[in-house]
Structure formats: C-alpha cells, structure tokens
C-alpha cells in the first residue's frame, strides 16, 4: 500500500493535520477585553451576594443553645464534639423539622441511639455526655452521622465543656 495525494481523502487528511498542528504550534493570541458576566439562559456568573462567613470556634453547651433556630437565624448542633453548621437543613434541624430538639445541643447520644425524644439530650448545664455506656454498633451509627454531616454541612466549631471556653 502506497502513500499517494492524488486521492481527495488523503488530501484532505494532510490538510486537516497541518492545520491542527499549525494550531497547536501557533495558537490565537485574540484575548477578548470583555469579562464575562452571564452565561445563556440567564445563568450568572457571580453570585448574587457573598456567602456567609463562618469562623471556626468553641462553643459550650451554653453559647450553642441560642443557634436553635428560633432565638438565632443560624442552627448549630454538636455531634462527638464537633459542631455543625445546619442552617441549610432548616426543615430539617429548625424549630418545625423532625429533629428540631437537636438545633443548639448536643446531638451525640439522639443520633447515636436513632432516637429524637428529649431525654436523649444532656441539659446544657451539666457536664458534656461522655457516652461511655453506648454500644459498638451505636457508635457505628453516630460514626455515619458524622460522615454524613461532614459531607454535607460545614464543621463551624467544636464542642467544649461549660467552663473551658
């Protein structure tokens, strides 16, 4: 088989080549002086206002209980001392949500035990909830929580005893 540019599909194929490498070796140096501020169908590129600002700090048991949703816009709750932003779950974790009674507390034990009455949560006066009764599949399943929460939340704190902060 020989190499022959008398074909048109050879032809074609060297040109095509040359003219890729040529675009390789030389690309465009057009730099268009506009910023591009919308995309079609209205999508825009910027958003519409800054995100919040969160600052990673310790939180007692006292200084969490107002971030319930109800006395404060904002819903933090704690797991194995870490505290989690929850304010984008509000239907969820809010004053109305399934697990409301966990906004602004302590959620280890309830998560734990899958279990969402109150007296699954530690009064914020008392000494944090060392856990140490719950079983290996219940820390397993407070482990999955976590997970899930680190995934989907933003870790904005930790956990501290009352009078460490």
């Not at 040359?18 to 390789?24: A, E, N, P």
């Amino acid at each position: 088989m020989s190499w022959n540019l008398g074909t048109p599909v050879n032809t074609a194929l060297l040109l095509y080549i040359l003219y890729t490498v040529q675009r390789i070796l030389l690309p465009s140096q057009k730099i268009s002086s506009e910023v591009a501020t919308e995309f079609k169908s209205n999508y825009t590129w910027m958003p519409k206002s800054h995100p919040p600002t969160v600052l990673f700090k310790s939180y007692t048991p006292k200084t969490l209980q107002p971030f319930d949703g109800v006395k404060n816009k904002r819903i933090l709750l704690a797991i194995s001392g870490m505290v989690f932003d929850v304010t984008a779950g509000a239907n969820f974790y809010g004053p109305d949500g399934m697990y409301g009674n966990f906004a602004g507390r302590d959620a280890s034990r309830g998560m734990a035990k899958q279990s969402f009455s109150e007296d699954m949560l530690t009064a914020v006066d008392q000494p944090l909830d060392k856990l140490e009764d719950l079983t290996t599949a219940e820390i397993d399943n407070m482990k999955g929580w976590i997970d899930h929460f680190t995934n989907k939340y933003v870790v904005c704190g930790k956990l501290v005893e009352n009078d460490a902060a």
